[in-house]
């Protein structure tokens, strides 16, 4: 399985755009990455994912660069309600066992 | 829907007794997945199951911890004996087939005093 490396913490304030760099240099060329947050006292949530260049939905964009060997989330304009912790998978589309990982502990600020 | 359900949300036991917990599917999901949750290890695949069938429990700890699926609603895991090591939030996922979206249920936390 493709290991992934985050950051562990990121600090931002309301409004602001954020960049999450996920890297997965053992991604194989039949895996997606694959983003979800968790909430504290809840259970991760699926927020988006991508295979090469950029996906995009109501939530957040994902970018890919060619190489794949790396990934960035972006949460535009955030507010306070996405303090939470985001998890940057890598796995077989047609396989699923992800590996999850420490993820990223975003903090929003006022 | 009611998304997935899990039971109990809180589990406070003894080392050496036995802790069972719960999980109903998203109806139609034909995979379940158990994860483990701490602070040291961080969110951890135990076993999956398809089409009620497990799958892969390459990732269940011991053999203390066992995991059943009698039906395409409910599944269990159950640790026996528990210990203190167990404490976690152990979380229980359903999907609708392969690499598709989990979505995970509230979890139950879990402590061995």
């Known amino acids: 399985l493709a290991k992934t490396t985050q950051p562990i913490s990121m600090d931002s304030y309301e409004g602001q755009e954020v960049n999450i760099t996920c890297s997965h240099n053992n991604i194989a060329t039949n895996d997606y990455i694959t983003w979800y947050q968790q909430f504290p006292s809840q259970g991760p949530r699926f927020i988006i994912q991508g295979y090469k260049t950029k996906v995009t939905n109501e939530v957040a964009s994902l970018f890919i660069p060619a190489d794949r060997k790396s990934s960035t989330l972006s949460l535009p304009r955030v507010s306070l309600s996405d303090t939470a912790v985001y998890y940057c998978l890598v796995g077989l589309y047609n396989f699923n066992k992800f590996y999850f990982g420490s993820g990223t502990k975003l903090n929003v600020k006022p | 829907d009611a998304g997935v359900i899990q039971s109990p949300r809180h589990e406070v036991t003894e080392m050496g007794q036995e802790v069972t917990l719960r999980c109903k599917p998203i109806?139609?999901?034909?995979?379940l997945f158990w994860y483990r949750q701490t602070m040291m290890r961080g969110l951890e695949l135990l076993i999956y199951?398809?089409?009620?069938?497990?799958?892969?429990d390459s990732g269940m700890p011991e053999d203390r911890f066992s995991a059943k699926m009698p039906n395409a609603s409910f599944s269990t895991l159950k640790i026996q004996p528990s210990e203190p090591r167990d404490s976690a939030v152990y979380f229980c996922?359903?999907?609708?087939?392969?690499?598709?979206?989990?979505?995970f249920g509230p979890g139950t936390r879990l402590l061995v005093l």
């Open positions: 996922a359903s999907s609708s087939g392969v690499g598709e979206t989990q979505y």
């Open positions: 109806s139609g999901h034909d995979y």
């Open positions: 199951f398809n089409n009620n069938v497990p799958i892969d």
